[in-house]
């Protein structure tokens, strides 16, 4: 079993930046696939960013290219999203998700494709 926290949300102003944490506890952290998504009120979930579980191969949603990063601490057993230049349309609750699945080089980017999920963090970002 694996239990994900996230961290690090709050209110910036449209430009600013964010950096998002999700602290692992339970199975090895370092041998999973990692994942972060959004979900507005009404809306389904949306993938945003994937780290496999190297840390070699990164995927990121066509909207936030270039102004996310998604990194890993495997020592620290943390998965950081790096949000720069927000926008007023990344407002929303993010989630990180972690893969049960041991040492697959993948990233992964369906809410299917987790098995662990945290309890969120709200992210609002002002006009």
């Known amino acids: 079993q694996v239990q994900l926290v996230e961290s690090g949300g709050g209110l910036v102003q449209a430009g600013g930046s964010l950096r998002l944490s999700c602290a692992a506890s339970?199975?090895?952290?370092?041998?999973?696939?990692m994942g972060w998504f959004r979900q507005e009120p009404g809306k389904e979930r949306e993938f945003v960013a994937a780290?496999?579980?190297?840390?070699?191969?990164?995927y990121y949603t066509d909207s936030v290219q270039g102004r996310f990063t998604i990194s890993r601490d495997n020592a620290k057993n943390t998965v950081y999203l790096q949000m720069n230049s927000l926008k007023p349309e990344d407002t929303a609750v993010y989630y990180c998700?972690?893969?049960?699945?041991?040492?697959?080089?993948?990233?992964?980017?369906?809410?299917?494709?987790?098995?662990?999920w945290g309890q969120g963090t709200q992210v609002t970002v002002s006009s």
């Open positions: 339970g199975r090895t952290f370092s041998n999973y696939a």
């Open positions: 998700a972690a893969d049960r699945r041991p040492r697959i080089e993948v990233v992964l980017t369906r809410v299917n494709d987790y098995d662990y």
């Open positions: 780290i496999s579980w190297s840390g070699d191969t990164t």
